[in-house]
């Protein structure tokens, strides 16, 4: 079945940067884009940035652009997110995203926590 495993969140303080790791596994990686959304404490989920199946196009929203990349691995079914000069409104708990099929498919999500 469709796995997804966030991995890499933390405590960072304010201008500092982490990566943010999605291990894929249950179908084939390489022919689906992959999305990273977030949500931060009462409010609802967002989409922060997606990348196509082969890695040649990227979208984010606007609060992310210049600071966050998305980048994939096919050959290890990983998807990344590059977080730098983080503020604490990236503060969130950050979820990878598929959509196979006719179902949308949801890791268990790994924490944000940007503060000093």
């Given at each position: 079945?469709?796995?997804?495993?966030?991995?890499?969140?933390?405590?960072?303080?304010?201008?500092?940067?982490?990566?943010?790791?999605?291990?894929?596994?249950?179908?084939?990686?390489?022919?689906?884009?992959?999305?990273?959304?977030?949500?931060?404490?009462?409010?609802?989920?967002e989409l922060v940035a997606g990348i196509a199946s082969t890695g040649g196009s990227?979208?984010?929203?606007?609060?992310?652009?210049?600071?966050?990349?998305?980048?994939?691995?096919?050959?290890?079914?990983?998807?990344?997110?590059?977080?730098?000069?983080?503020?604490?409104?990236?503060?969130?708990?950050?979820?990878?995203?598929?959509?196979?099929?006719?179902?949308?498919?949801?890791?268990?999500?790994?924490?944000?926590?940007?503060?000093?």
């Amino acid at each position: 079945q469709v796995q997804l495993v966030e991995s890499g969140g933390g405590l960072v303080q304010p201008g500092g940067s982490l990566r943010l790791s999605c291990a894929a596994s249950g179908f084939t990686f390489s022919r689906y884009r992959m999305r990273w959304y977030r949500q931060a404490p009462g409010k609802e989920r967002e989409l922060v940035a997606g990348i196509a199946s082969t890695g040649g196009s990227t979208n984010y929203v606007d609060s992310v652009k210049g600071r966050f990349t998305i980048s994939r691995d096919n050959a290890k079914n990983t998807v990344y997110l590059q977080m730098n000069s983080l503020k604490p409104e990236d503060t969130a708990l950050y979820y990878c995203n598929v959509l196979w099929g006719n179902t949308s498919y949801w890791g268990q999500g790994t924490r944000v926590t940007v503060s000093s």
